[in-house]
């Protein structure tokens, strides 16, 4: 596989970049006091943080240990911590000695507690960019900076089946991978109770693997639309080989350019690229496609009330993300003739699903690096296990809404159709 | 039964009541010009709408026809639409011909259609009162005002075991009001998860029947709130007939004095009279109450987006009452460090209990005029009839929202749990 640079990755030759590393000796007790203001800063966790010469705070013997390598890193630490955290730790000059996963969960909880006694110093750590929605050019650029790293990169750790870079329904724990992702495809597929022969538009596929479920499983005809290259390629090749490409048609679009008929209409892991200021858009997109008698779903990333995206991720990782709180993303419905008929929050389901990707990213670290660098992998890591982190502490949450078009009368009564068998057996609601 | 006066209920007679009748005799020119210009402003609406001669407009020979009795009915209509047609209506100069709630559900649907095409003045006819939150004084008016037309009155058509005043349940359509108001307590029950001794806070509890419900078949303590003074010496009652005033107790006294601890928070049906700008606080009551690893649940009335309540039910049937968008009541939990984990919407059970209820008022017509008056019966047939055409059209939703604190890592995997057995067998979650 060739990369041009792994810049397109994580963009860290800017001009934001850290201080250069500033070699150590001892520490001074100036120094020892900015770590001690850092301590208080993020909530004094219950974790063990120390200076390149050992001198620390928090707790010896825990659990978690966060080593800050050199005197520069300490001083950029201090003056964006917001940025600096992962720029730092991604150029191995921040040190967690721990499961990466466990000491930033630790560590969020604790910011997480002192952001809720309203100090002030802690929000630097937290500090999000502002978001507004990217226009149809932002737009491509942004979903071109994460999404087409390359299909090679993805299926190194996404699953074998449908890579799906989306949240999976881990109905029981013990599932595998594999089956979790099929058994999200079926809960969504149920949620929309699909029929043998009915029109489904999607809006964001990804590599389009829940289109052919839907195709293969519910045999409806589905239109996918997608900005991103890469993954239509693959989707459309997988459509061929599989026997799907009369069922299946992948379009290179924006969402906003969606037109035609549907008697579904369903959007997965693609609202936190839209931004709240084009939610109105994206609503009368729907509105104008969506059969009268039809149901739609709208899955994402969400957060208990409004918040920026933290900058570092933002920057680094995801460029124009935004999660929305609930109160934010009802704007989309209230909007057009829409009613929401269910809510459902699967937040620690993405936690599980980012444990697997982070396992599997692990065993393949020799191949990534090979590809990219080391900053690269630990830029990554640092961004699987962080949201592990998060969701995991609640600062991130995961929404699938089902809604239908507000005169629609032909709703279920209760919700047994989505438990009749487990959604690891395909095709529920047709029998 | 003693009633002191029927303007408790309809508070009929104040200053803006509708001019008075004027005889008829044949329509002129400018009136059947008014009628024609009334039936386009209701979005010309299949149905027949006639004056006092038989002059009119819409279909002749449609299913529902609506009569204008005399010439100053006509006139109030023109220039007072939104409390006008209530007035009148209960006044018995506008009749209605055909099934009550079908024709209203006609008119309500072509209300709604022509406000979707901007038009001004439809808005004349759905016109709203601005709602602000009462404060504890107004409240407990508000409350008196509708609540305490007394037990005697409710008894003759709520369902008989529990006297709910909120959405049943009606897991399968055919269900009797008694079975579908019991599975809609299980519904809640299981949705809070309750276990043996665990403390559950009610927040308004009408009659007492869930509290009871929950004390009995999940051996839970319960705490109920309620400002309804009849309710509460009823409910009192009731509990010790059953033996079970040693774990319910009911307590007079607002929602924002609710204090002390609970596994569990419950709100069925009292947040529609709580008000936006009270949410917050609403919310501090819950935050303040609710164990780190509880969950709570509230069920209101609602709607797809945000509207005042229509005037005439604001003014003569229920003051200061407010049924949220999903948007506006995010508020509460955003306020908080609330978890969103599951909406569900139920709007048309609440067309379908209040079609029991309609039947069974309509059963006890003579009974309650012998109480009240003529004119009260028709202004309750015309709130009972017009809320399920509103439920049928799509004006109001009932949502069901459940919650945990944001840091709750204890949550169910799935809902399985909640449709293991029919809702209609108690004690579900503890098997």
């Keep these: 596989m060739s990369r041009s640079s792994s810049e397109v990755a994580t963009r860290r030759n800017e001009n934001s970049g850290p201080l250069r590393a500033l070699s150590g000796g001892s520490s001074r007790a100036v120094e020892r006091r900015m770590l001690h203001a850092l301590g208080r800063m993020v909530g004094s966790p219950p974790l063990r943080i120390e200076l390149w010469d050992g001198a620390g705070v928090g707790p010896e013997g825990s659990e978690g240990r966060i080593r800050i390598e050199d005197r520069g890193a300490l001083y950029h630490l201090a003056a964006q911590p917001n940025m600096g955290f992962g720029d730092l ?6 040190h967690v000695d721990g499961r990466l996963p466990d000491v930033l969960e630790t560590l969020f909880g604790s910011l997480h507690r002192a952001r809720d006694d309203r100090s002030a110093l802690v929000n630097r750590f937290l500090e999000a960019k502002p978001q507004s929605g990217a226009n149809q050019r932002a737009a491509r650029k942004n979903i071109h900076h994460h999404y087409d790293l390359g299909n090679d990169f993805y299926r190194l750790w996404l699953d074998s089946e449908a890579m799906q870079y989306t949240c999976a329904y881990f109905e029981t724990p013990e ?9 999200k495809m079926e809960h969504v597929c149920r949620k929309l109770q699909l029929q043998p022969g009915q029109e489904v538009i999607e809006a964001g596929c990804g590599w389009g693997g829940l289109a052919r479920y839907m195709a293969r ?13 890469e993954q239509l390629d693959f989707a459309r090749q997988k459509a061929k080989e599989e026997g799907l490409d009369d069922r299946v048609e992948y379009i290179e679009d924006d969402y906003r350019n969606i037109d035609g008929h549907c008697d579904a209409f369903v959007s997965v892991g693609m609202l936190e690229h839209v931004g709240p200021a084009n939610y109105g858009e994206f609503a009368r997109v729907i509105e104008r496609c969506l059969d009268p008698a039809g149901r739609g779903l709208i899955h994402t990333i969400g957060r208990n009330r409004p918040a920026g995206m933290h900058a570092w991720i933002e920057k680094r990782i995801f460029p124009g993300a935004h999660p929305p709180a609930i109160g934010e993303f009802m704007d989309l419905f209230e909007s057009a003739n829409l ?9 620690l389901h993405y936690a599980q699903t980012l444990e697997h990707w982070l396992e599997r990213f692990d065993e ?7 590809w990219y660098d080391e900053e690269f992998v630990r830029a990554w890591r640092l961004y699987l296990a962080g949201s592990i982190a998060s969701f995991r502490v609640g600062t991130l ?14 709703l279920p009564g209760n919700r047994h159709y989505l438990y009749g068998q487990p959604a690891t057996e395909p095709g529920g609601s047709l029998d």
Tied chains: 1, 2.
């Design 364 to 370: 393949h670290q020799e191949q990534v690096r090979s």
């Design 89 to 94: 730790f991604s150029a191995g000059r921040i």
């Design 175 to 183: 599932l595998t991978l594999e089956q979790a992702q099929r058994a």
């Design 397 to 410: 949450q995961l929404f699938q809404t089902t809604f239908a078009p507000a005169q629609n009368n032909e």
């Design 339 to 347: 009613s929401v008929q269910d809510v459902e929050n699967l937040r």
């Design 217 to 229: 499983e519910y045999g409806v005809r589905v239109r996918s639309y997608n900005i991103s290259r």
